[in-house]
């Protein structure tokens, strides 16, 4: 016999949290299934612990889907200052770090605890090391999950359990498989805010770098994005990769502007005048990392004393450090990516109450949809703001 509820959550990540303790309390009985041995997993490891739970300057055109439009709704009903009031209330201490980040003064655990507190201030049950292994619907009947604890019905059933990133936190296709089940479709996936892989050449001039970071603007796709970039062993990282690696894909044009804020032929032709007998090398070297001027002036730009060159080749140079071509070959894959791209089409969701058009009681929220954040708190907007309008609909 299937204990009862008015509706079981799959997943105790940030959106089914919050779906669980939003539907909780309104008064609805609410289980969360994590197959996990704890919950918030990656909030627990996100912002490097201090958790980066929202972003002030949250708008739709931070997020990339197949439909632009879905986010819309649920993100102008609950705004990151609903969630700062909760964050307020259990007086966590915060502060902003850059570009509207939030991030946690002490630790990342204090989010959880604070889900959890109100999740049980609400009757809301949770079951960890909890793995479903398959779950049965009749028409216009419960939803029946039958786990390592027992069978469990309720006539909704609120999808949250992630995507394909960070494999190592127990991320799985679960919910993609559930979504096809039901007669969802589920657009191609692939790793997002994710460091990008060199190779050849490119990987050989730079790998010896590692460790070197520098401010630059990468640019693809007509998307630019400014802020550092990280030399690593295998390619390159850092939040303005990360930021562009999820509109890249491979045999794309990615370019990096070196000087960024800055006009690289005014700035080459005041070094001239200034300092004409310098090396190209020695200039560039006072306003990059100097190893990476050096290794720019071996393999991609001719280096000589500044007052040797004609304008012509002044501009050549600007060019190439405005829009200098990096040649990724990939990505670092699911296993470092932030997020996860693609997911259950939007199309067969609504917008307002996340529940599906198809079958009623099923609800998808967080990062299984289609949608996806930029790096800085969006993705976790998008968890509370989801979770937040399942919860409202349960």
């Not at 509820?5 to 669980?20: Q, T, Y």
């Amino acid at each position: 016999m299937a204990e009862r509820f008015d509706a079981l959550v799959v997943g105790a990540g940030a959106a089914g949290l919050m779906c669980a303790l939003t539907a909780g309390r309104r008064g609805r009985r609410v289980l969360v299934i994590e197959h996990a041995n704890k919950v918030g997993k990656k909030i627990l490891m996100s912002g490097g612990g201090r958790c980066n739970f929202t972003n002030t300057g949250t708008t739709p055109a931070n997020y990339l889907s197949a439909n632009p439009h879905f986010c819309k709704s649920a993100l102008a009903r609950y705004t990151p200052w609903d969630f700062i009031a909760m964050v307020e209330r259990h007086r966590i201490a915060y502060h902003e770090k850059v570009l509207g980040q939030l991030f946690c003064d002490v630790s990342s655990k204090l989010i959880v605890k604070m889900l959890v507190d109100e999740c049980l201030a609400a009757g809301v049950r949770i079951e960890t090391d909890c793995s479903i292994e398959r779950i049965a619907h009749e028409d216009g009947g419960d939803f029946r999950a039958h786990t390592a604890r027992g069978a469990f019905a309720a006539p909704a059933l609120a999808v949250a359990s992630g995507g394909l990133s960070i494999p190592s936190m127990g991320a799985s296709g679960f919910g993609y498989e559930i979504a096809r089940r039901f007669g969802h479709d589920v657009l191609p996936t692939r790793a997002g805010l994710v460091p990008l892989t060199l190779s050849g050449k490119h990987q050989e001039r730079l790998a010896d770098l590692s460790g070197l970071s520098l401010p630059v603007t990468a640019s693809c796709n007509g998307r630019d994005f400014s802020n550092q970039m990280l030399i690593t062993h295998r390619g390159v990282s850092g939040p303005s990769i990360l930021q562009i690696s999820s509109y890249w894909q491979p045999g794309d044009d990615l370019r990096l502007d070196l000087l960024p804020g800055r006009d690289a032929l005014d700035w080459l032709q005041r070094q001239q005048r200034e300092r004409a007998a310098a090396e190209l090398k020695t200039a560039l070297g006072e306003t990059l990392p100097k190893r990476f001027a050096q290794r720019l002036c071996e393999h991609w730009l001719p280096n000589k004393p500044l007052k040797q060159y004609n304008l012509p080749e002044l501009k050549q140079l600007a060019a190439t450090l405005s829009a200098w071509p990096l040649v990724a070959s990939g990505t670092e894959g699911y296993r470092t990516a932030e997020v996860t791209l693609g997911g259950v089409d939007t199309d067969g969701v609504s917008s307002s109450t996340m529940q599906s058009k198809r079958v009623p009681g099923l609800y998808f929220i967080g990062e299984v949809l289609d949608v996806t954040g930029w790096l800085g708190g969006y993705n976790f907007q998008w968890a509370w703001a989801s979770g937040n309008a399942a919860g409202l609909a349960i």
